[in-house]
């Protein structure tokens, strides 16, 4: 943890009481010189043109060398890439940091989109478990249906399945928007920490089991509710919200808001704002 | 972690060995040490067949001990006295390994003191006994297995079949999927998962007079679904049972000698994806199993917690 010392030179900030602390230690060391920034280069990102658009064919591919293609074909520029035949592979289209239209033509196994900053996806067929798990932003757009642990640890973004999806979706998600067409099974919401849940028809057992903080909002039947979920009001503001983010989201634009359960945290079990003081939270 | 897949085609035939091998293969990454087909053949009905081990494979990865092949010559003589006092026939004997061998056999009475009596030979395992089931399972991945057993042409309506990972027990032919529904002639059962209460289960079933061939917990939904057969329940009912008496994560495929169905446990810890057709039913515990046969654009979905489906041929 990185050790916390008084600054001798206050800003604006500090002279307003907002924090009194500057961190020192190894997360803090400058790992380049702000002034050769021209030389600064944040790695996996290329400047690329969304009008410059390819095919390519991973049928006889393994992940790797279809994640590599994609990776060379942003670097010359592409900013729309259709992936052929995709065929159920593991882990495509994970790790990127870029901005790009990314298209599937055909279905994902797992990890599909995983751990991404900033493309958007769309997926023309099915996805398997742990889809765009970590993603920090951009959108996924999947045609049918998803496996289990759909959108795992979201940190940020759009994750939306026009289908069904599995088991624990959105455990332990930190923030974005999880966005559910059709059904969702067990557990959906999982240990959830922050960000939103929508899921338009029924969803299984112990929904937002032990979460800590989130909304969860569902349409149609609960099959029960887990540890320390309980039921929130509805407010117009959330209701303005739905609608604009499944407009947003082409999915259940004519969907009848007013009648969602609404799903938060009890904090009878997890308190954030309880548990970490705004100092610590700095650190962090 | 290990991988489970299944088809069966809907009136209809099909190379079931070749495609089952091809669904395997594609999960190996799942675990290698074992792979085990359950074939359903089209057979015309009138002799049971029974798939036997009168050994183990010693192979290199083998947890089993070695043994010199004059004792499972000498097994084999037991096998074939025992099956004359039975009153069993032998229409055809195949000896595909030193270790292993099929026999086509005109029999009609108890099927469990039949298999009580064969398996009282020390070191004797029926794999499987039925009337169009067949059960080979060994050491390797699904391709080795196959090729070793010449699997590649079976002709037949379904199958399930096991790439296994072994964390429960030994690498092993005995612990081996899938596992025979002991003592019905053509119940076979594959399982992804691990039961917690296999101990307690056993206990129980063994004092009703179930038989247990291995220390494998998967071998528990075999006996379960067995002895609730026994009782009078639908192979549904008992699947459906089962989600209650059976403790820890689990999804199983059991087929019959007419019907494939699957079960998954209230938590959905363990995958499986599935495909359904008027004519086919493929699922696998990932989808690149069923791209193996299908690999057009294709629908399919995960099913839910404590679902159950059967299907009939």
């Known amino acids: 943890m990185a050790n916390l010392k008084t600054s001798e030179k206050k800003s604006k900030a500090q002279s307003m009481g907002l924090h009194t602390e500057v961190l020192t230690g190894k997360t803090q060391q400058k790992f380049f010189n702000p002034d050769e920034a021209e030389n600064f280069y944040y790695f996996g990102t290329y400047d690329v043109d969304f009008n410059k658009r390819t095919e390519i064919d991973v049928k006889n591919m393994d992940c790797r060398e279809a994640n590599k293609k994609i990776d060379e074909l942003m670097k010359d520029g592409y900013g729309t890439i259709v992936i052929k035949n995709p065929q159920g592979k593991h882990s495509l289209g994970v790790g990127i940091l870029n901005k790009l239209n990314l298209i599937f033509e055909g279905s994902l196994g797992y990890f599909g989109c995983g751990s991404m900053d900033g493309p958007i996806v769309r997926i023309n067929g099915r996805v398997g478990w742990s889809c765009a798990e970590n993603m920090m932003a951009g959108k996924v757009v999947i045609e049918k249906n998803a496996g289990s642990c759909f959108g795992a640890a979201i940190r940020g973004g759009d994750l939306i399945c026009k289908g069904s999806v599995g088991a624990r979706t959105g455990i332990d998600q930190k923030g974005g928007t999880i966005i559910i067409g059709g059904d969702a099974g067990a557990f959906t919401g999982f240990m959830m920490q922050r960000g939103r849940i929508i899921i338009l028809g029924d969803v299984g057992i112990n929904l937002g089991d032990s979460m800590y903080d989130g909304t969860i909002f569902v349409g149609g039947k609960i099959g029960s509710f887990g540890s320390d979920a309980v039921e929130a009001e509805l407010t117009d503001s959330d209701q303005d919200w739905l609608k604009r983010k499944l407009k947003v989201a082409e999915i259940g634009e004519n969907f009848d808001v007013s009648k969602m359960t609404k799903v938060v945290a009890g904090k009878k079990l997890w308190n954030y704002d309880a548990l970490e003081p705004t100092e610590k939270k700095g650190a962090i | ?313």
């Not at chain 2, 069966?8 to 060995?17: D, E, F, L, P, Y």
């Not at chain 2, 794999?127 to 067949?134: A, Q």
């Not at chain 2, 679904?225 to 459906?240: F, H, I, W, Y």
């Open chain 2, 1 to 313: 972690m290990c991988g489970i897949a299944g088809l069966i085609h809907r009136g209809n035939t099909s190379n079931v060995g070749f495609e089952l091998q091809g669904m395997l293969q594609a999960l190996k990454h799942r675990g290698e040490d074992s792979t085990g087909y359950a074939l359903y053949g089209k057979t015309d009905g009138q002799n049971f067949i029974m798939r036997f081990k009168v050994g183990e494979n010693v192979a290199e990865g083998s947890s089993s001990v070695k043994e010199d092949v004059s004792v499972y010559d000498e097994r084999k003589k037991i096998v074939d006295s025992y099956l004359s006092e039975l009153g069993a026939k032998v229409i055809k004997e195949d000896r595909i390994l030193p270790y292993s061998l099929r026999y086509e056999i005109q029999y009609d009475k108890d099927l469990m003191e039949f298999s009580q009596k064969i398996e009282s030979v020390v070191g004797v395992e029926i794999l499987s006994m039925g009337k169009s089931l067949e059960v080979i399972k060994d050491l390797g991945n699904a391709e080795v297995v196959c090729n070793r057993y010449n699997l590649d042409k079976v002709v037949g309506t379904h199958a399930i079949g096991h790439a296994r990972m072994a964390t429960e027990s030994g690498v092993d032919i005995k612990s081996a999927h899938p596992f025979w529904g002991y003592p019905f002639s053509d119940v076979s059962v594959v399982h992804n998962g691990q039961l917690t209460n296999y101990w307690n289960n056993r206990r129980v079933l063994e004092n009703k007079g179930m038989r247990f061939m291995s220390e494998c917990d998967s071998e528990l939904i075999a006996v379960y679904l067995a002895e609730k057969m026994r009782n009078g329940a639908t192979l549904e009912e008992g699947m459906k049972e089962s989600l209650v008496g059976l403790d820890g994560v689990f999804t199983y495929f059991v087929a019959t000698k007419d019907s494939l169905g699957m079960a998954k446990d209230t938590m959905a810890a363990k995958p499986l994806v599935l495909y359904e057709s008027d004519d086919l039913v493929a699922m696998g515990s990932e989808e690149i199993a069923i791209r193996s046969i299908l690999p057009q654009e294709i629908e399919t979905y995960d099913p839910f917690d404590g679902e159950v489906k059967v299907w009939q041929i």
